[in-house]
């Protein structure tokens, strides 16, 4: 099949365009100056990421599939985190002209199964020649009617709870660091998030004061909405899952690590989550993150300085 | 101020954000996992472009100011080429952590000012490290309860017009690659494309049957709007505006230079464009671009053989 350079720009939105099925959100697919997605709401979540190679993946470390499949997660997990529906990504292909054509392709395949999961589409973008190759992915949903659930919606006396894996994506990333090759569920969870999509809507049916998806570590993101709310944040790390597949460092891979794309959430003492959600801690006044009382010394991810 | 990996990621954001002030459309701005943004039309219009450093600019040739400017107009003009009014961009930013702060300061100050040309808001985003200076700016925008401009609705016997500059920008790209530093008007447009936005109004109201904006060069984009809509186009040359300061080369670069984002649209006999468009052809049975009859064989731009 060759490169993408030999195919050129045309040709190869040619091939990819063709592996991306249009759902019924998206009015106007691939191949205008813009899409038209559906947003029956009047209004439209939208969120944006950049994903670069050698910091955000390396192509040593996870196969095109995979890679596409992890940055529709990490953006579809975004809108979900509003309490919204998925509806469309967009997505910004950046790669050197010697780029393998199939490698291309099966890094749109990864992007359109991980939209199926959320049921979302891959409705347009543009792609470009780089030095590395690079992602911008775009992610729109729609909101049915609801508010927004946003970081800063946290009371004094709410719950504290989680939802998905926490810590699984930065253990596996830590042995593809050390050169390692299992255990291979934790190697997956760092490829391939799969976040729990429905955890937008149990969150909103159950009242949730606030919800955020875990991008940069639990710690640091309760910091974000404790932050954000003005309240204070205790959790107690004996209920915490920490999975002993998850190695001796276990408890700082659930506190610090980032890149499940779990979610947290803050719920009224009177109207607690479903059983799917754990409980991990409670909504207090004043400011910041305490770990079983004490202000923990590790931080989670800084994009310049991590 | 120091560089951006100073600031870190967050200390970046933050310095940011405080540059960019929200348009009512704007309903939650930066800050939180998503934007969300009005959508009165019941759908959204969205279109995202890569921009990468040493190949769609050059910060020796462009300040951060202009490149931002630039950055936004070409996909606002995008958002326009549909027929439909900009609402917000969300902008992803890629940038070595060695970037001077004021730099990356300039280039969203330079977004946020091309966004007000056009009434949008810069509504959310995400910074990241990387090699090389990359943005990844998404447009979104509002239809208004209008059908949306395509590239598929040109009819034979439809005139074809122009609205803006062309070929402006690639002569002013020209100068640069020859070392010249003037005239100032040619450099000015390279770095600045200034595309007019009142021109999706204009050609809805005026019942254009197509629009699309010029951003591959007249030639090749008129052949995008051919292929789409099954018909041939003919321009007559003697028509197009080629001013004396385009130099020698200046009927070519109005045929072939792509970025001035000026707009190209077919609009029924019976209802021509108004007297700010230029009429430049019209569209007949059959395939193809022609000028003056013949087939020209200037390529447009490709963007990984170009």
């Known amino acids: ?18 592996r991306l099925p249009q759902g019924p959100d998206v009015r106007l697919g691939p191949g205008d100056d813009a899409a038209v997605i559906a947003a029956p709401d009047g209004r ?19 196969g095109p599939y995979d890679i596409g499949r992890k940055a529709a997660a990490q953006n579809l997990a975004d809108v979900v985190a509003m309490g919204a529906r998925p509806t469309a990504l967009l997505v910004g292909f950046a790669a050197p002209p010697s780029t393998d054509a199939a490698w291309a392709e099966r890094l749109y395949d990864g992007l359109a199964d991980e939209c199926r999961r959320a049921g979302a589409s891959v409705a347009g973008g543009d ?3 780089a030095p590395e ?22 009371r004094p006396g709410d719950l504290v709870a989680v939802r998905g ?3 699984h994506a930065s253990a596996g990333l830590a042995l593809l660091a050390e050169g390692r090759d299992g255990p291979a569920e934790l190697l997956a969870a760092h490829r391939r998030p799969e976040p729990p999509y429905e955890a937008g809507a149990e969150a909103r049916d159950a009242g949730a004061t606030a919800l955020l998806d875990v991008s940069d570590g639990l710690v640091q993101d309760l910091g974000h909405l404790a ?7 205790d ?13 001796p460092d276990g408890l700082r891979h659930v506190l610090t690590g980032g890149e499940d794309h779990g979610f947290a959430g803050t719920f009224p003492p009177d109207s607690p989550p479903p059983p799917s959600w754990t409980v991990i801690g409670t909504v207090g006044r004043g400011a910041g993150v305490r770990v079983d009382g004490r202000v923990p010394d590790a931080a989670g991810w800084d994009h310049f300085r991590g």
């Open 1 to 18: 099949m060759g490169s993408i350079g030999e195919l050129g720009e045309f040709g190869l939105i040619g091939r990819l365009t063709r």
């Open 44 to 62: 439209v979540v939208a969120t944006t990421d950049l994903l670069v190679e050698g910091r955000h993946f390396r192509r040593d470390w996870s």
């Open 127 to 129: 792609v470009v020649g």
């Open 133 to 154: 190759v690079t992602l911008a992915v775009t992610a729109l949903g729609d909101l049915g009617g609801g508010a927004p659930l946003t970081r800063s919606g946290a």
């Open 165 to 167: 894996r926490l810590g």
């Open 227 to 233: 932050d954000a709310s003005g309240v204070r944040i």
């Open 235 to 247: 959790v107690d790390s004996a209920t915490l899952v920490v999975p002993e597949a998850l190695g």
